[in-house]
């Protein structure tokens, strides 16, 4: 149920199975269980880059990833 597969479904793919099974099929039709396994994850970017501008002047802010919540509360100051 955890992959959306409703309990009751499976059991009717062993019974179809079960009454399918000949003792020399050609193509199998039996149910084959498969292990299944998180996505991996997106890779990160190193850092966060932060443009500002204000005139003719502009600053470029890089921060690191991991510190990502100081970066926040940093910004959150800048612009108040």
């Given at each position: ?39 991996p994850a997106l890779p990160?970017p190193a850092d966060i ?12 802010i890089t921060w690191p ?16």
């Amino acid at each position: 149920m955890s992959h959306g597969i409703n309990a009751n479904i499976v059991h009717r793919w062993r019974l179809v199975d079960r009454k399918a099974q000949s003792p020399t099929p050609m193509v199998s039709n039996r149910f084959v269980p498969v292990q299944m396994t998180d996505a991996p994850a997106l890779p990160s970017p190193a850092d966060i880059q932060i443009q500002l501008h204000r005139g003719p002047t502009a600053v470029t802010i890089t921060w690191p990833v991991v510190a990502a919540a100081d970066c926040a509360t940093w910004l959150r100051e800048l612009l108040r």
